[in-house]
């Protein structure tokens, strides 16, 4: 069982106030109501952003409006995306583990300022990652 948990995204992948939630919001470039398919979790630019389980780093580049981005796979069917990192710390491929730095908050790609975006992807399609972070304990 405690290897089914260490690779649930249980814990935060960085502190901060969350700025935006999951779901329907108002769009910040002023083109009525999106659908935000993570969190946005204000903190400064260039604080770690640590993985909040262990996992497989099944993307790291630069992609659009994510700018520089990680997605890891934690496996059973749940990946979790790290957007607009000020630098990437990890590569594809890499094995990483539960609270090691994967990369730096930033503001690349279409951003309002410096801010994690965090997605949790159950079976490629979006969650609310509160619905994992209600059971953090850290």
Not at 13 to 19: A, F, L, M, S, Y
Not at 80 to 99: F, M, P, T, W
Not at 102 to 122: A, N, Q, W
């Amino acid at each position: 069982m405690g290897k089914v948990m260490n690779a649930l995204p249980l814990s935060w992948p960085v502190r901060g106030q969350i700025d935006s939630e999951y779901g329907l919001r108002r769009s910040p470039w002023g083109r009525g109501r999106e659908h935000h398919d993570g969190i946005d979790i204000g903190s400064l630019s260039g604080t770690p952003v640590r993985s909040p389980a262990a996992g497989t780093v099944v993307a790291a580049s630069s992609h659009g409006g994510y700018g520089r981005n990680v997605v890891l796979d934690h496996g059973n069917g749940v990946e979790s995306r790290y957007a607009h990192l000020k630098k990437i710390d990890v590569k594809l491929g890499q094995r990483v583990e539960r609270g090691q730095v994967i990369g730096l908050v930033g503001s690349t790609g279409r951003s309002t300022g410096p801010h994690l975006h965090y997605e949790v992807l159950v079976e490629g399609k979006p969650v609310d990652p509160r619905s994992f972070l209600a059971r953090a304990n850290d």
